[in-house]
């Protein structure tokens, strides 16, 4: 059994990025904002204090690196995202580098805490690859300073208790800000996660929407008719226009599609259209389980959807059999009545064996959908449960 | 402790309360370290010894109260007294002593609040801790301040305070914000999918009828599935095997008679009506949260064409930039909701198919532009009686 839980639906991960690259522009753009107040306060600072000129302008020309580093990112990152995920990195670099380099201009304990800045500014993008460097960068940079440069975190006259007291509060306030992030990333995961959950859901609820109505009512959509009648009203449409009707070809391109004619055959029927022209249609289908006869049954289905403000942020959208309102008994009833269902099979789908059942229910989000108790038992019996199953049900489901 | 662990690591699997749970431990074993370090950091503090005695067992009694709300199940009552708990602590230190390391507690303190990431929690108890830091500040800074320090130093111990504390503010509030809208489009998608999920009931019902096949909850060898799986779970877990049987059977019995009628039924007990309340979620006979779980459990083993960036998009501008393509779709969808059955009727048969005033409202209704672009739906409005003559419905 695999140690790190998966989704049950593939997809999901790769939806998940999708929306991870989505926000995390929006994200850029907050840090590149902080950045630049970072800066402006410093170097005002500095040239007020009559800090040695160099050194501002040394400060100045990195900020102004890093954050004309992360516009450009920012520009490209419309074309290719992986410039938006090598923002992320360099930012969180760029301002560690940055501050650790005030601390040593400063030399003052007040400068040190800074560090935390450069922590909580890294944070806001709610990465764990960024919490990790950061951590790694602010452990390091604290012990540093602590060992060698004791005056910077007023430790050199400190008394002893004073010293131990400051590394102490120094590590458990690391350690909470890790545990703090590393929670605070999981949780922004978990809400993508039931977007990509729900989306895909819907996508399969469609697909088996549409086959079962082909398998209950034994009849599919009559495309011929779909054309004939598309092709009358495209007519009169041109006709209002007055002009010509420039739809005939697509027209039949598609119907073409329609009865399972190839792309490049029909690539070679008509030269005009190229290969992407040919993708383009494909879309336009109606058939089958093609997108446009998904697009129509998902707007009929939403038809009078009213959310009320109480079910937001409710648990009652979040399906499983562990709620915590719910009795030990209740859920061992529930756990039991849907894994003999599974067991028993439904019509219209494929029949599933114990280890197919088993492997999903352990090693996806299924498990977390049951209590820990019963999945333990579960766990270390389901060669009983398939047994005491297979014996009543009768079923004749591979192990 | 195992459990625990994999629960933290597995954190994005589960929902918000257990999440709050998990939160509210964790903050309480940080406390508990910090408060067990206290106690000898506490000699050196200026307090008499009776009142540092004093403090120190308000903590111990204070963390038993949050042990207790825990066991109770009262989290969000927990994390408020965590939260006061830390910045209880941060007073002890900041009161007792003017070193260095009281003034790394006041970050403490807001990342906790942080870390429950509650907005009018931040506002209240993260505005009071970043307060009394920069007072503390302003009146220690004969500590704080070095000799040979830098111009200007106690204001940039306020700074830097004041800058974490709006940085995570402006953090907690762009992600409010964000979890709002994807919370709210969850909730819609969650209903459109309940709606699917509705006549896919009524299909599999029609075909379990259609095959002869009795449904699960009716069928003897399931039911003694059940039964005895469920006594099984509760010899292993010391459960009352009788007290399982019990349950199954009303919940067998709420089939039969349905949810209602067994409310309405006076000779009923409270316990049970609140027990068959809850079991409600989980009947067979109609599209519940159990139904949906088997589906999708069963979806999962159904072919599904191959994963691409379009895949969840429903609007009709990603399917062509073309104009010409685009009346091509229009036309092929409105043809399809006027003809086709989409839904079930009154009487729960898949025999609803939508009328002309329903799909215009689909076309130029609040909810249109989830499909259509503005351009679209003008098309639609300028030719709709086309559309009617030509698309609508079949004589």
Known sequence: ?399 | MKDFLRRVFDTEFLPMSEVRKIKVLLVMAFLLVITALTIPFSLFFSYSTFITILILAIFLVVYGLMAVLIQLNKILAAIQISILYSIGLTLFYTQGTSAFYAYLFFFIALTIIIFYQELYSYLVYGTIVTGLGIFYIVTHQSALVLAQDIPGSMYIYILILALFYIVFLMQILYNEKLYTDMNFDWVRLNHVIDKYQDDIFIYLDEFQKMNKRPLAYEDLDFQKTVNELAVFIGEQTKESGKDIINVFDLYLYIHEKGIARILENEEISVSMKKTANRLNKYLLNRRTDMFSMIVNFFSRFKPSEKYNQNRYDYSLRKFSTKGDEQVIALAMIYQYLANEVTGSDEWEQMKRVLTETEIEELFTGSDAEEFLTPSQIAFFKENLDLFVDYLGKKQ
Do not use: C, W
Request: charged share 25%.
């Open chain 1, 1 to 399: 059994m695999p140690k790190n839980k998966s989704y049950m639906f593939a997809e999901i991960a790769d939806y998940r990025e999708a929306l991870e690259i989505k926000h995390l522009r929006t994200r850029n753009i907050f840090v590149v904002i902080l950045m630049v107040f970072v800066m402006v306060f410093t170097l005002v600072y500095m040239l007020v204090s009559g800090f040695d000129l160099k050194q501002t302008i040394s400060l100045l020309v990195g900020f102004l690196f890093v954050i004309i580093f992360n516009m450009s990112g920012l520009a490209y990152g419309r074309e290719n995202y992986r410039f938006y995920q090598l923002n992320k990195y360099v930012t969180t670099l760029g301002i560690y580098v940055l501050t650790i380099s005030i601390v040593f201009i400063f030399q003052s304990p007040s400068a040190i805490t800074a560090l935390f800045i450069a922590y909580a500014v890294s944070a806001f993008y709610q990465d764990l690859k960024v919490i990790l460097i950061s951590n790694l960068f602010l452990l390091f940079s604290v012990v540093m300073f602590m060992l060698n440069f004791p005056e910077y975190v007023n430790m050199q006259n400190s008394s002893l208790q004073d010293q131990i007291g400051i590394g102490i509060f120094f590590l458990a306030f690391v350690l909470i800000l890790t545990i703090s992030s590393y929670i605070i990333v999981k949780q922004k995961q978990f809400f993508y996660n039931q977007i990509a959950l729900s989306r895909e859901t819907e996508f399969r609820n469609l697909d088996l929407l549409i086959d079962l109505q082909k398998q209950v009512h034994d009849e599919d959509v009559d495309i011929e008719s779909y054309y004939r009648r598309t092709k009358e009203f495209l007519e009169a449409f041109s006709k209002r226009l007055g002009i010509e009707n420039a739809f005939h070809n697509k027209m039949q391109i598609l119907l073409a599609m329609e009865k399972g004619e190839k792309k490049s055959t029909l690539g070679d029927k008509y030269p005009e259209f190229a290969k992407e022209d040919m993708d383009s249609l494909e879309e336009l289908l109606i058939g089958a389980r093609h997108k446009l006869r998904k697009t129509a049954l998902k707007m009929s289905h939403t038809i009078d959807i009213d959310v009320k403000k109480r079910e937001m942020f409710s648990e009652t959208h979040f399906k499983s059999f562990n709620h915590q309102t719910d009795s030990l008994e209740i859920k061992i009833i529930a756990f039991v009545v849907f894994y003999a269902a599974l067991k028993r099979g439904m019509d219209g789908f494929p029949e599933l064996a114990e280890k197919t059942i088993h492997d999903a229910l352990v090693s996806t989000d299924y498990f977390y959908y049951i209590d820990p108790r019963v999945m333990r038992i579960y766990q270390k019996n389901s060669e009983v449960f398939d047994t005491i199953s297979k014996d009543i049900l009768g079923k004749k489901v591979s192990s």
